[in-house]
């Protein structure tokens, strides 16, 4: 079973910036494939961004391409990965889920999610 720790979210102006950080762990000491989902209000559940467990091959959701970058650094912390929201907009307003999935062609259908943390974006 794998376990999902995430840090950052709050408040923040449009236009601002925020990260996300998360952190898996099982018990088979495997590399995991990772990502992010989220939730606004009133919404589904909708895949926001994923990368590979070697970190050079990544996927993002249309709308937030080209301001939020993920990335991962396996040589000083394994399994930990980094979002990175730029230039946020009311719209970005949601939990956003840390995830893993079982592999990088099935980014968008994870099997481990964390608990969540809350993004807010005022205008």
């Known amino acids: 079973q794998v376990q999902i720790i995430e840090s950052g979210g709050g408040l923040v102006q449009t236009g601002g910036s925020l990260r996300l950080s998360c952190f898996a762990f099982g018990s088979t000491g495997e590399i995991y494939v990772m990502g992010w989902f989220r939730r606004a209000p009133g919404k589904e559940r909708q895949f926001v961004a994923g990368?590979?467990?070697?970190?050079?091959?990544?996927?993002?959701e249309d709308n937030v391409s080209g301001r939020f970058t993920i990335s991962r650094d396996n040589a000083r912390a394994k399994n930990t990965v980094s979002l990175q929201m730029d230039n946020l907009k009311p719209e970005d307003t949601a939990i956003y889920y840390c995830v893993v999935a079982p592999s990088y062609s099935k980014l968008r259908s994870p099997t481990s999610w964390g608990q969540g943390t809350q993004v807010t974006v005022s205008s």
């Open positions: 990368i590979n467990w070697r970190g050079d091959r990544t996927d993002y």
